[in-house]
C-alpha cells in the first residue's frame, strides 16, 4: 500500500504541469465496507476510473459490545487483503472513521480504548509518522490540492474521539442541548474554525462520519447536538460567501442528496451493508434515499467551473446526481 499522503499529490502535480488536458479529479466515496462480507462493487467502481477514494468510516466492522479490540486487528488483517490493489496500490485514498472502526458501536468520548484503536487506524492507512495525526489525539486531517488552477481544501474531521454522550435510546436518540455538549471538542472546533476562516481556497470539502443536513430520522446525526450543528452551519455559511463547500458523509447504510442554501452534502453508504427498506424523507433531502448497496461520486471539474456529485447503485447506474458551480 503506498503513502497516499505525499505520493499521489505528487504525481497529480506532474501531471497538471504537463498536461493541458486535465479535465479535473474524480473521487469514489463510500462507507460502511463489512470485511466479511462479498465486495464485488469494486469491479463497477474500478470502471469510474477515480484519481482517488475516500472512505468515510466504518471501514470495517471491528467493534465488540465490550468494547475491547480483539477483532479490530482481525478485521483489519482480512481488509487488507480484499481491498482490490488497483485502488490502494495506485489512488489516492483518504479516510475517517465512525464508530465500527473506532471500536464501539455508536460510542464517543469516554470510549477507554480509543488511544489504540487510533493507533490501529493509522496503522492500516499508512498515515506517515511525521503526520500531526500520529503526535494528537483525534484522526481529524486537512489538505489542499490544486486541480487544474483551483485551490481544494479536504477537511476530514473526527465525530468519535471527542463526542460527548448521546441521550436517548439507541436509534431514538434525542436533542442534546448541552451548552457543553460536544461533537468535536474543543482543540478540534478551534482547528476546524481556522483552517476555514483563514483557508485561501476556492473549493472546501468537509468530511463526516455522521449527517450534517438531514434532521428527521432517530440516528445519529449532527443534529443529536443542535448547538454543534447551528455552531457548524454558521460557520460555512459565512465561508460560503466566497468558496464553493461540498460535505461529504457516510454511516446510514442509505445514501441521499442533501442542500441548503449555503452548501451540498452527498451521503454514500454503503458499500456492502444495505439498511432497512423504510422510507425516509427530509426538508433539505434532494428526491429520496437509496437503502441499498451503494458509491457515490465527487468530479471537481474547474475548467467547467463545476462539481458534481452522484450516487451509483452496484452496477454502476447513476441514482441520482446535482451538479454545482464553483464560485
Request: a neutral charge; aromatic letters at 10%.
Amino acid at each position: 500500500m503506498k503513502n497516499y499522503t505525499f505520493i499521489p499529490i505528487i504525481s497529480l502535480c506532474i501531471l497538471l504541469m504537463g498536461s493541458a488536458d486535465v479535465y479535473g479529479y474524480k473521487y469514489g466515496l463510500g462507507s460502511c465496507l463489512d470485511q466479511d462480507l462479498e465486495q464485488s462493487i469494486w469491479s463497477s467502481i474500478e470502471k469510474e476510473n477515480l484519481d482517488g477514494f475516500i472512505f468515510l468510516g466504518d471501514n470495517v466492522y471491528g467493534d465488540l459490545p465490550s468494547g475491547k479490540l480483539l477483532k479490530m486487528q482481525k478485521a483489519y488483517q482480512i481488509q487488507r487483503k480484499r481491498l482490490p490493489r488497483w485502488l490502494m496500490d495506485e489512488k489516492e485514498i483518504l479516510a475517517i472513521w465512525d464508530d465500527h472502526d473506532f471500536g464501539l458501536n455508536d460510542g464517543g468520548g469516554d470510549y477507554p480504548y480509543k488511544k489504540d484503536a487510533e493507533k490501529m487506524f493509522l496503522n492500516f492507512w499508512n498515515v506517515p509518522q511525521s503526520d500531526l495525526r500520529r503526535n494528537r489525539e483525534g484522526i481529524y486531517f486537512k489538505e489542499t490540492k490544486q486541480i487544474d488552477g483551483t485551490e481544494v481544501e479536504i477537511i476530514g474531521l473526527d465525530t468519535r474521539y471527542f463526542r460527548s454522550k448521546l441521550r436517548g435510546k439507541k436509534n431514538a436518540y434525542e436533542q442534546n442541548n448541552d451548552s457543553a455538549a460536544t461533537i468535536l471538542g474543543q482543540d478540534q472546533w478551534t482547528w476546524l474554525e481556522r483552517s476555514i476562516s483563514n483557508s485561501i481556497a476556492d473549493v472546501i470539502i468537509i468530511l463526516s462520519s455522521i449527517q450534517i443536513l438531514a434532521t428527521n430520522h432517530p440516528y445519529e446525526k449532527w443534529d443529536n447536538f443542535p448547538l454543534e450543528r447551528k455552531r457548524l452551519l454558521e460557520l460555512i455559511a459565512k465561508a460560503s460567501n466566497d468558496k464553493t463547500i461540498i460535505a461529504v458523509t457516510g454511516d446510514r447504510h442509505k445514501s441521499g442528496i442533501y442542500q441548503n442554501k449555503d452548501f451540498l452534502e452527498i451521503t454514500a453508504s454503503s458499500l456492502n451493508k444495505s439498511a432497512s427498506k423504510g422510507k425516509e424523507t427530509d426538508p433539505l433531502l434532494i428526491g429520496k434515499t437509496y437503502p441499498i448497496i451503494n458509491y457515490g461520486l465527487l468530479n471537481i471539474e474547474p475548467n467547467k467551473n463545476k462539481i458534481t456529485v452522484s450516487i451509483h447503485n452496484k452496477n454502476g447506474q447513476e441514482l441520482n446526481s446535482k451538479t454545482i458551480n464553483i464560485h
